[in-house]
Structure formats: structure tokens, C-alpha cells
């Protein structure tokens, strides 16, 4: 089978908490329990944005309604796909400040990570709490032109590669000026993911 990903992006700032209020009634009551632990509304509004990016794009790869997608929550642990019972669809949901991302695929398991690029964030420390000696090697040797968005890169794809949970038959990077953005695959995809920014929810 030919295996295939897509990833959706989303501005969470630009959405208004009364346009994603009808969207709760989608969520499983493990998520509606995981929605009530949110008490700033920045990181309500996250949550629900994804768990809404993360049913379309299912429903998209799956060719199903929306509405039929089921996701269980996992304490300390990404979030499954409960309906339908597909053992080779995969997914994964990221955030970084007021983006919100999400891969599916309906032939592989994914791990998605994205992270705003930003230069005033305290690499140093970062790379010596996340990274091994030879990662922080090569980081110190990368140019200083290239360096901030070497060390985004190295640290959204570690983070995309434990989304993934196994080893990455395939890699890929999507990123934009203001992210760095992996995408992990258990299998290698018969066609390049593509990134696809949407201004409003399905």
C-alpha cells in the first residue's frame, strides 16, 4: 500500500473562544476531562484546536466523517486513535506558543514536533539538559549564521523521533521561518508530506 502523510497547521491566536466552543461536544469524555485541567484559555484553546485539527485530518486520510473519529486520552502519553480500530493509521498533534499542528497518515505511525524559532531562548542550557555529547559537538560546530535554526532543527527532530516511538524509516523537515517543523514516519512514504496552513477549522 502506498503510504502517504498530511500535516495541518493552524494560528490557535487567531481563533475566538465562542468559535470553538460548539467544537467540545466532538470530544470523548477523556478529553473533556483533560479540557477542564486547562485553566488559562490560551492552553484550552490549544488543546481543543488540535483535538478538532486532529479528527479532520483523519477523517481525511481515513475517508470518514469527522464525527465518527474517536481519540482516547493516555495519561502520560500521546493521545490514540480509538474510532474506527485502525492498527495502521497514524497521527500526531504539537504545539509551540500560538501554533498548532497535526499529522495523519492512514498507513503509518507518525511523530510530528514543531517549535518556534527563537533566538532568545537559552540554547545552552537546553542542549545540555536534551542533548547527547555528540550532538552538542556538532552544534557547537555549526556556523554562527546557522546555528539557531541547526539547534531548533536538532531539537524538534529528537522530539518528533520520541513522538514516533520507534525507529524513523523516514524524516522529513517542513519548516517555516517561524517554526522548525519534523516529521518521523515508521514507514517511508511513497510521496513527499506537504504542509497546509489553515486559516479556519473544518
Known amino acids: 500500500m502506498p503510504y502517504q502523510a498530511i500535516v495541518w497547521l493552524m494560528d490557535a491566536d487567531k481563533l475566538a473562544d465562542g468559535v470553538l466552543a460548539p467544537y467540545v461536544d466532538l470530544l470523548g469524555d477523556s478529553e473533556k476531562q483533560r479540557l477542564a485541567h486547562f485553566l ?20 481525511q486520510v481515513l475517508d470518514v466523517d469527522p464525527r465518527s473519529i474517536s481519540l482516547e486520552e493516555r495519561h502520560g502519553a500521546a493521545p490514540v486513535l480509538a474510532v474506527p480500530p485502525d492498527q495502521h493509521a497514524g497521527f500526531s498533534i504539537s504545539h509551540s506558543g500560538r501554533w498548532v499542528a497535526c499529522a495523519a497518515s492512514a498507513g503509518s505511525k507518525l511523530g510530528l514536533d514543531i517549535e518556534t524559532v527563537d533566538a532568545t531562548r537559552d540554547m545552552q542550557a537546553i ?15 555549526r556556523p ?11 531539537w524538534s527532530s529528537m522530539e518528533a523521533q520520541f513522538k514516533l516511538g520507534t525507529t524513523a524509516a523516514s524524516q522529513f523537515c517542513l519548516s517555516t521561518q517561524q517554526l522548525s ?22
Open 144 to 154: 554562527d549564521e546557522t546555528r539557531v535554526r541547526d539547534f531548533f532543527h536538532l
Open 127 to 141: 542542549a545540555e539538559h536534551a542533548f547527547d555529547e555528540a550532538a552538542r559537538n556538532w552544534l557547537a560546530d
Open 181 to 202: 517543523i519534523v516529521l518521523c514516519c515508521e514507514q517511508v512514504l511513497s510521496d513527499l508530506p506537504t504542509l497546509e496552513v489553515k486559516e479556519f477549522l473544518p
Open 40 to 59: 488559562r484559555p490560551v492552553r484550552r484553546r490549544q488543546y481543543l484546536a488540535g483535538r478538532v485539527l486532529a479528527r479532520h485530518a483523519l477523517a
